[in-house]
Nanobody, 112 residues
């Protein structure tokens, strides 16, 4: 099983960027985006169930939108009004049967 994240970007504050995550195999029950800034713990940014119900970290509500295409085994994170504090390595994760599967990180850098 592989998760492949893409969407490496350097954007200015206020800009937008979309991250994509492709799953190579089965459909996950819950998928999510996490991020880790230098010197900080990895944190949940947003997650979405197979039924399409989203959940967001408070600081990204209204700016980020998570979505998934079950048929294509894809998950997306549309990020708008980006802030320097959004700078981090972003990871996608899938849950299935009690197991977790992580994709490789993708760097997002927001300049002020």
């Amino acid at each position: 099983v592989q998760l492949q994240a893409s969407g490496v970007g350097l954007v200015q504050a206020g800009g937008s960027l979309r991250l994509s995550c492709a799953a190579s195999s089965f459909v996950f029950s819950v998928m999510g985006w996490y991020r880790q800034a230098p010197g900080k713990e990895r944190e949940l940014v947003a997650r979405i169930t197979s039924g399409g119900e989203p959940d967001y970290k408070d600081s990204v509500k209204g700016r980020f939108t998570i979505s998934r295409d079950i048929r294509k085994k894809m998950m997306y994170l549309q990020m708008a009004d980006l802030k320097p504090e959004d700078t981090a390595v972003y990871y996608c994760k899938g849950n299935r049967g009690g197991a977790e599967y992580w994709g490789q990180g993708t760097q997002v850098t927001v300049s002020s």
